[in-house]
């Protein structure tokens, strides 16, 4: 009687065991393939918000102007060419718009002054910074997709570096799991 008692210890001692095993294995798992999925997030994306005043771009929680976004976009020469040309209509609208504020500001300064305005030099102004609205928007586009070329190039990049190869195969202490990243 007491060998068959042994005999179901041991059996119910085994099954205890690879159960503890197979949870082990399960969480073990689990864990590993979290650590995969969030590392797949890559920090530095730049993220684009729309506010009050145009787009913002941020990266790492720090907002980045023109020269920043050329400055991050160098290693990246696709995103970097569409950066540049956005950055250089970004300056010839800026241009644009002052002098055409400018023109406006003089003659409104000899209206209120109570001289004799030239509303022809107001005009040309206006025109001006008309012209500098849709020469804005088309650097708003540029910068856009600048931005998303960079974030696309950078995600396949990560991607390429960072694959992950799993082999089960014989090593110098016997049998193993081979992970290579």
């Keep these: ?28 798992l689990t864990l ?13 994306r730049i993220e684009i918000t729309r506010t009050s005043g ?9 907002t980045l102007k023109i020269g920043h976004l050329v400055k991050v ?5 696709q995103a970097y060419r569409l950066i540049k040309k956005a950055s250089s209509n970004n300056s ?27 509303w022809v030099v107001a005009g040309i102004g206006a025109g ?8 804005h928007n088309i650097y708003e586009k540029q910068t856009k997709l600048a931005v998303d070329t960079y974030n696309t190039n950078l995600t396949s990049t990560n991607r390429d570096n960072l694959r992950t190869t ?12 081979l992970i290579k990243f």
Excluded: H, W
Aim: with cysteine; proline share 4%.
């Design 1 to 28: 009687m007491s060998s068959i008692f042994i005999d179901i210890f041991r059996f119910d001692f085994l099954f205890r065991y690879l159960f503890m095993l197979k949870s082990l294995f399960v969480t073990f």
């Design 128 to 135: 001006l910074g008309l012209i500098s609205i849709p020469i």
């Design 166 to 177: 799993y082999s089960i195969g014989l090593t110098s202490s016997g049998m193993g799991l």
């Design 92 to 118: 010839f609208s800026t241009v644009v718009g002052c002098v055409g504020g400018v023109m406006i500001g003089g003659p409104l300064a000899f209206f209120i002054a109570g001289k004799d305005p030239r």
């Design 73 to 77: 976009m160098k290693n990246d020469q």
């Design 32 to 44: 590993f393939v979290s650590c995969q999925l969030l590392a797949q997030i890559s920090p530095d």
């Design 54 to 62: 145009g787009l913002r771009y941020s990266k790492n929680g720090e």
